[in-house]
């Protein structure tokens, strides 16, 4: 079946760095999602993509539609503890389609 | 606030034993959807109702359906729980099949003795 990509698999990271993570695909894609999920609870959408090149920005989090439509990326700036959790990317192929889930990229933060 | 609430957070029920979870919102979205989270893994598809209109994902076991009385309700039964399915159900909603922005709610924790 299709499937994203999501690296990397988990992060280690100390508060104040940056983090980068990405979702590749061999497909298309027309809608990117990006969510975060905490321990014990449902995941929350942080940003929605639409068009290719689009950059979006939610507070510290930026994430960028892939000029190919293939990818898509999520950066944390000046990262804080209560951005641990689990960050996932979703995506669209087509319009009426369901979403398709990358493996989520764990993320931790010591202070 | 508009919002998916799940009950309960934590069911356990025993194997074999039917058990029904359920959700409900108050964003008057027309989609609702249901996931299976194990540990660890991706939430995974197990199928939606848009409006009164199911669909089932072609690899979701018969063991499990759904009821979608009126838009603000919709339920998961689980009609013969095994050992492997135990894991997070996640309701989603979204406010119709063209927009994809899904919301979700907290989730229920199943656990099967």
């Known amino acids: 079946g299709q499937q994203l990509n999501q690296s990397p698999q988990s992060m280690f990271i100390q508060e104040g760095e940056d983090v980068s993570m990405n979702c590749t695909s061999s497909?298309?894609?027309?809608?990117w999602l990006w969510y975060k999920q905490e321990p014990g609870e449902g995941p929350v959408l942080l940003i929605a993509?639409?068009?290719?090149?689009e950059l979006t920005s939610n507070g510290r989090l930026t994430a960028q539609f892939g000029i190919t439509r293939k990818d898509s990326f999520l950066n944390i700036s000046a990262s804080i503890p209560s951005d641990v959790g689990i960050y996932f990317c979703?995506?669209?192929?087509?319009?009426?389609?369901?979403?398709?889930f990358g493996k989520g990229t764990t993320l931790s933060v010591s202070s | 606030d508009a919002m998916v609430i799940q009950n309960p957070r934590y069911q356990v029920t025993q194997f074999g034993k039917p058990v029904t979870l359920s959700c409900s919102q108050t964003?008057?979205?027309?989609?609702m959807y249901w996931y299976q989270q194990k540990s660890s893994q991706a939430p995974k598809l197990l199928f939606h109702?848009?409006?009164?209109?199911?669909?089932n994902e072609a690899d979701t076991p018969d063991n499990f359906q759904s009821r979608r009385p009126n838009t603000s309700f919709c339920f998961l039964d689980i009609r013969s729980p095994g050992l492997g399915d135990a894991a997070m159900y996640l309701c989603?909603?979204?406010?119709?099949?063209?927009?994809?922005?899904?919301?979700f709610g907290p989730g229920t924790r199943l656990t099967v003795l």
């Open positions: 979703a995506g669209q192929r087509q319009a009426g389609t369901a979403l398709i």
């Open positions: 109702y848009y409006d009164k209109d199911f669909n």
């Open positions: 497909s298309i894609f027309n809608t």
């Open positions: 989603a909603t979204s406010r119709d099949r063209s927009l994809i922005e899904q919301f």
């Open positions: 964003l008057n979205h027309n989609v």
């Open positions: 993509l639409y068009k290719a090149g």
